[in-house]
């Protein structure tokens, strides 16, 4: 009790001391998490001009933007994609809340007009647009969906984006005129001409051996070129990939396979019964195909010409007859047989005309469509039966009728167009019919009425039934490659990883330079798990990893980390060492050379005196010796007959002399030359305006971050 006692009188010491323990727990975290500090939250993507962007509403529009974009588009481009454009929202944004710049209601509304007049269901009985059209549109679309609403909503935003953009720019454009001076000044660009005589002394004159740069003289340089050299964080690894592809045992084995087909076999390996049909002698050959060789590629119906057939074996395929057998034969990843099923002559082009009547949940049916599939197929049938007896009513129908907007501006024709460019549907109709049928066919766009119109040059074509297995690794050899990576990443994770391949005949990949947001790397494709391993934190240099790849393995190695700041001097010294070797021959030039006319100089470097006629400003380039804009620019602060001392120029070291000036023609007005400069000026508005405000942004970027994939 006396303990209790003395603990109730000391509680307000207690939770002093509980406090201060909590406190310095939360602080440790923090000091232990420095990003917790100095970062923006973890839920912010970016902040541009001050407006943040929430990971939630940024990933959301990349989910969008990445089904709009299809499989063919990685995760990381459609992210980049996303990135610019709220970018270039946020800092247009900006632009338009300064100068309080707006779309207010009655504009939307002939923007609306605008974009929406063409449109049928908007449209009242005189094919104007119908404002009250849209109004119960808007209307009925806010009660009955919510998501078509948003959807509505999003491409008014949009809309008004446009809007904003187009007024900012045109802004933009109407202040930059072309005064008179511009012109004169244009005009005098072009037309004022100068003829010069010159000697140019080569920097190839000077062999680059002797010439010495060294490392500090690249680190000096880059430090007075700062703005050049800036880059952002990298990595540099090195690997060695794995692959798991067929060995020739493999190959043989598939082929092996195959040959049984050919031939047939009653009895297996073992002396057991096991009858199978040689090929040539099977008369289902879809379902022998499909069902018993259990094809990696099924049967295909179609016929196919010569030069549809793999190039290699093109001629003895063609030249089978019916029945006979090709094979086994290697095609891209597949070993093949293949057996001419049926032969028939086809033209090899057509030329059809068509209307196309869609249905709901046709490919490619718009919203307007409403018809089912039983009143597509009744309309097709009327239409036919007209057209039957009034051909000439084709053109009318297809203006009226099909939703083939690639074709309706053509009375719906398709010309003169090869075998198996359509469906299969059309296709076997256009080409299996003759010229002069008419008829509905039925495909996934709906119910097409096709008339023939025109066929030529039958030739020989064959069905072909093909028995294919893919070239791939057997167990044994697939485990094999397992056993030889698993090997290599503990022999290299003991310390040297180029020697233990070199050992093994492993070859070692380097990748230099590589980016937080990159996505490829080269040889190996789309491999973000690599690039963000190289850039957690908690990757060290000379760390090893194994990756599991499509076909196989790569195991990397982490050879350095570049943090953002200037470029090293081994990484810029491709760029900067022809510079330094051109300023040192330069200096060597000027040194050795004393004369002081174009003929001593000539003489002493062992070349010759050259003249260039009409030379400008605007086009700075002396002929026999390249783009010399510094050489040309002295020549025009020269007098006539005046000698100038050593000038420096891209591709030597010069002395020119004037020969003679030629002013422009003096116009009583330079208006002309004006309207091209405000011409030009206007030309690179969207695209300079916008980066120039792009550049000059608060813009933090937080996407490495937050490890958006």
Do not use: C
């Amino acid at each position: 009790m006396a303990v209790l006692n003395k603990i109730r009188q000391r509680s307000l010491f207690l939770i002093l001391i509980i406090a201060l323990a909590l406190f310095s727990f939360v602080l440790a975290d923090l000091f232990r998490n420095s990003d917790a500090l100095t970062s923006k939250s973890q839920n912010v993507v970016a902040t541009i001009n001050g407006k943040d962007i929430t990971r939630e509403d940024f990933l959301q529009k990349v989910e969008a933007a990445q089904r709009q974009a299809g499989p063919n588009a990685t995760n990381t481009q459609v992210m980049n994609r996303v990135w610019d454009q709220e970018v270039r929202q946020a800092v247009m944004e900006s632009q338009f809340e300064e100068l309080g710049i707006s779309v207010e209601k009655d504009q939307m509304r002939d923007l609306l007009k605008t974009a929406l007049a063409s449109s049928p269901e908007f449209q009242n009985e005189a094919g104007l647009f119908d404002e009250n059209k849209l109004n119960e549109y808007i209307a009925n679309l806010k009660e009955t969906s919510a998501a078509g609403y948003e959807g509505w909503i999003n491409y008014e935003n949009q809309l008004s984006l446009n809007a904003l953009n187009q007024n900012y720019f045109n802004m933009v454009k109407a202040g930059l005129t072309g005064t008179l001076a511009e012109g004169e000044l244009e005009h005098k660009l072009e037309g004022n001409k100068v003829d010069i005589k010159y000697v140019q002394v080569s920097y190839s004159t000077i062999p680059d051996s002797t010439v010495q740069v060294s490392k500090s003289d690249i680190s000096s340089y880059i430090k007075d070129n700062k703005k050049q050299f800036e880059v952002e964080a990298s990595r540099d690894i090195r690997f060695v990939q794995f692959d798991e592809v067929a060995s020739v045992e493999d190959e043989a084995n598939i082929k092996a396979e195959l040959e049984t087909y050919v031939n047939g076999r009653l009895v297996d390996e073992r002396g057991r019964k096991d009858t199978i049909v040689a090929f040539s002698d099977v008369k289902d050959n879809e379902e022998y195909i499909n069902s018993i060789t259990r094809s990696d590629l099924k049967f295909d119906d179609r016929f196919l010409f010569k030069s549809s057939l793999p190039t290699e074996v093109a001629d003895d395929i063609i030249g089978l007859n019916e029945g006979e057998v090709y094979g086994p034969y290697k095609d891209n990843s597949y070993f093949k047989i293949s057996k001419v099923v049926a032969v028939k002559q086809i033209p090899d082009s057509a030329k059809v005309r068509h209307i196309l009547i869609p249905f709901v949940g046709a490919q490619s049916a718009g919203p307007d469509v409403t018809q089912t599939e039983t009143e597509a197929k009744n309309t097709a049938d009327s239409l036919l039966a007209v057209l039957k007896t009034n051909r000439s009513k084709f053109p009318d129908f297809v203006t009226d009728f099909s939703s083939d907007q690639g074709s309706v501006d053509k009375g719906g024709r398709y010309d003169w167009h090869p075998y198996n460019t359509m469906v299969p549907e059309f296709n076997d109709f256009e080409f299996e019919g003759k010229t002069g049928d008419l008829g509905v066919v039925k495909t996934v766009f709906g119910f097409h009425i096709i008339e023939i119109e025109g066929q030529k040059d039958p030739k020989k074509a064959v069905q072909v039934g093909t028995i294919a297995r893919k070239i791939e690794p057997s167990e044994a050899t697939t485990d094999k490659v397992f056993r030889d990576a698993s090997n290599f990443e503990i022999e290299a994770g003991k310390g040297d990883f180029e020697g233990v391949a070199k050992e093994s005949g492993f070859t070692v990949r380097p990748v230099n330079g590589m980016k937080a947001l990159d996505e490829s790397i080269p040889g190996v494709g789309n491999q973000r798990q690599i690039v963000r391993w190289s850039f957690n934190e908690e990757s060290e240099v000379g760390e090893i990893k194994r990756f599991n790849i499509p076909g196989g393995y790569v195991i990397a190695q982490l050879v350095a980390k570049h943090e953002a700041g200037l470029m090293s001097a081994e990484d810029a010294t491709a760029q900067v060492l022809p510079i330094l070797k051109k300023e040192k021959k330069s200096e060597i030039i000027r040194e050795r050379v004393s004369a002081t006319t174009l003929e001593d100089l000539a003489a002493a470097e062992k070349t010759t005196v050259r003249t260039a006629n009409g030379v400008n400003m605007k086009n700075p380039t002396i002929s026999g010796a390249g783009r010399e804009p510094l050489v040309v620019g002295a020549a025009f602060g020269l007098d006539e007959g005046e000698t100038s001392n050593l000038i420096d120029g891209s591709n030597g070291v010069y002395m020119i002399q004037v020969i003679k000036k030629t002013p422009a023609v003096e116009l009583d007005n330079y208006q002309a030359s004006a309207n091209r400069v405000a011409t030009q000026k206007a030309s690179a508005v969207n695209s300079k305006v916008y980066n120039a405000l792009k550049n000059a942004a608060d813009i933090e970027d937080n996407r490495v971050q937050i490890q958006i994939q």
